[in-house]
């Protein structure tokens, strides 16, 4: 779940920023979003510190729903993330729904190794394999048959 508001954790900050955010009025918040992976650092009776690469952030008990653990992900869950080291799994057994976007999205989410383990037939068939796109609207039929007139949007 996106955490628009999260608060940042003012004693983590170095020395002028820690001033520049004791003078303010609302404590300091940053944006984190849905898939981000962050270490647990510090776990205190009140709150807890989870480190978003470099950037510290309170979380309360009632924010916990926010956060799940994130050592074991699904590909899905990753996009968007990137992380330090990737574990790949695709088992022959899954090969039904191993393509080659799904690969690509899992290696790319690596910061600095990603070890594979597969077979060699169920890699080099999601490899050849590649993901059925096509999505049924009927969005072209929209606007290839209305005039500019019917779909145009008005300046606000």
Known sequence: MNNYKAELDVKSMDHWKCEFYSNQEDKPTT??????????????QSYMIIDFDGIMVKYYPSD????????SIT????QGSSIKAVILVSPQNHIFML????????LTRMKEV??????LQSVNQAVGKKAN????????HLLTTMSEDEYHVPEL
């Open 133 to 140: 796109l096509t999505r049924n609207t009927w969005m072209q």
């Open 64 to 71: 916990l729903n926010m956060i799940g653990l994130g050592y």
């Open 114 to 119: 990603c070890y594979h383990l597969g077979t």
């Open 31 to 44: 944006f984190i979003a849905n898939g981000e992976t962050g270490i647990v650092k510090e776990i205190y």
């Open 75 to 78: 590909i899905h869950k990753s």
């Open 99 to 106: 393509n080659s976007n799904l690969l690509y999205v899992g």
